[in-house]
DNA sequence: TTCTTGTCACCTAGGTGTTAATAT
DNA sequence: ATATTAACACCTAGGTGACAAGAA
């Protein structure tokens, strides 16, 4: 069994319809996708990895804003038509594969090396995706079978788990700006764009910038939801 | 067979006798332990891990200075006397062990997780020295095998390479400004120390500091010697 | 006097959203 | 008008030797 780690921010973000940026060279996501792992066999090898699978075959398009302006997204999708064809559907494998599941279990896994691109032609084995789609990230075990016709038992050494509140948009730039906020908020890479941590403040503040997503640090929930298998 | 990567570097240090900084907290080798492998089984699991052995059983201490000055050392050692008492024999796996040859071989392996320390009572799992005291790293590559009764065949399974150009002296402030000045021109991290790069002068020029050390630059060869085995 | 420790400025390396310019 | 790109300031994280203070 696999346990979504985060869970509460997740829901944050789900809550709010989130985004994952792609850019070309790859971008991480933010909440990281991280599980901890019960139940392996602790001598024996497995492999860890991800894919993305499309939600539907839409496309989205942001709802045009009634002040005609950029500065300010809406957060309300429509949809923009059927999805543009699907991309070359890539697969991360956890770095550390394989290793034994003793290895696995003993510590959270973290899918902090996956990166997200829209580069169609991408050569860094990146994950491509479509900019203005909807995603559902998977998370794959494969137990690795000693035996010599292994290949025959394929559908019994895999197991899949999927946590629907990892469900995301695929986005060149963020277009909720309080999705915007909560990852300013919550992520440690973007401390320079916060506005209200007291520690720093007033040598950080900036005029003009807005108030503090404190949602996250109100709603912590350590219980964690069983993935949807 | 193994090859030791950067050679040319790690003869210089040699040369001047190398000295290895340990702390309390663990601190890197430079240069990094480095090599290239040839000749495993691609389809096998290797173990790779390193060691350190005392070259002698001498402490060391500093040649007194003719100025009574403590801001210069002499590049002499004199022998102060017998080894303290040998330290806990640490190893240090590489942490991509276990992995197959072909994992091994199509890469540099690269021990830059690696650390010294002083510490009798580390448990970070460093690697234990005693401070102004002579060692010899060693390289060790372990054939993981697959029989029952592996442990039989313990002597065979097991190779053990030396590159004596790697012995260093560890200590826990530089006492030969030669070897200073040459981990300040050749280890990126230490970049700010550096007067005579070009690119950023005089903008980085501190007054009073000794010249660039240059001979890394003008003496790199590409070409590594076989391990003494 | 010699050796060790802790703090520091200065780097490498790389993950953030912002912004202005460009593409569609 | 909307979507994408590239450069940028500002962070996290951690590897350097210098230096002053402390220990032996």
Same mark, same amino acid.
């Given at each position: 069994?696999?346990?979504?780690?985060?869970?509460?921010?997740?829901?944050?973000?789900?809550?709010?319809?989130?985004?994952?940026?792609?850019? =070309?060279?790859?971008?991480?996501?933010?909440?990281?996708?991280?599980?901890?792992?019960?139940?392996?066999?602790?001598?024996? *090898?497995?492999?860890?990895?991800?894919?993305?699978?499309?939600?539907?075959?839409? +496309?989205?398009?942001?709802?045009?804003?009634?002040?005609?302006?950029?500065?300010?997204?809406?957060?309300?999708?429509?949809?923009?038509? =059927?999805?543009?064809?699907?991309?070359?559907? +890539?697969?991360?494998?956890?770095?550390?594969?394989?290793? !034994?599941?003793?290895?696995?279990?003993?510590?959270?896994?973290?899918? *902090? !090396?996956?990166?997200?691109?829209?580069?169609?032609?991408?050569?860094?084995?990146?994950?491509?995706?479509?900019?203005?789609?909807?995603?559902?990230?998977?998370?794959?075990?494969?137990?690795?079978?000693?035996? !010599?016709?292994?290949?025959?038992?394929?559908?019994?050494?895999? =197991?899949?788990?999927?946590?629907?509140?990892?469900?995301?948009?695929?986005?060149?730039?963020?277009?909720?700006?309080?999705?915007?906020?909560?990852?300013?908020?919550?992520?440690?890479?973007?401390?320079?764009?916060?506005?209200?941590?007291?520690?720093?403040?007033?040598?950080?503040? +900036?005029?003009?910038?807005?108030?503090?997503?404190?949602?996250?640090?109100?709603?912590?929930?350590?219980?964690?939801?069983?993935?949807?298998?």
């Amino acid at each position: 069994s696999v346990q979504l780690e985060m869970k509460a921010l997740w829901d944050e973000f789900n809550q709010l319809g989130t985004e994952m940026i792609v850019t =070309k060279a790859g971008r991480r996501m933010f909440p990281t996708f991280q599980v901890k792992i019960f139940g392996m066999d602790p001598m024996a *090898d497995y492999m860890l990895l991800m894919d993305f699978v499309p939600v539907d075959d839409k +496309r989205y398009r942001q709802l045009p804003s009634p002040l005609g302006r950029y500065a300010f997204h809406s957060s309300s999708w429509l949809v923009a038509g =059927k999805a543009d064809p699907a991309t070359p559907g +890539r697969v991360h494998y956890h770095p550390d594969s394989p290793a !034994k599941g003793a290895q696995w279990m003993k510590q959270i896994v973290s899918f *902090d !090396k996956l990166k997200l691109t829209n580069n169609l032609l991408d050569d860094n084995g990146h994950i491509i995706l479509n900019s203005m789609h909807r995603y559902q990230p998977r998370f794959h075990v494969v137990y690795v079978d000693p035996r !010599k016709d292994s290949e025959k038992y394929a559908e019994e050494n895999f =197991k899949t788990f999927v946590f629907e509140e990892t469900r995301f948009t695929a986005v060149t730039a963020y277009q909720n700006h309080r999705i915007t906020q909560l990852k300013i908020a919550s992520n440690p890479f973007a401390k320079g764009f916060r506005d209200c941590d007291p520690e720093d403040w007033p040598r950080n503040h +900036r005029p003009g910038a807005l108030p503090l997503m404190s949602a996250f640090a109100r709603s912590r929930n350590p219980v964690s939801s069983p993935a949807h298998q």
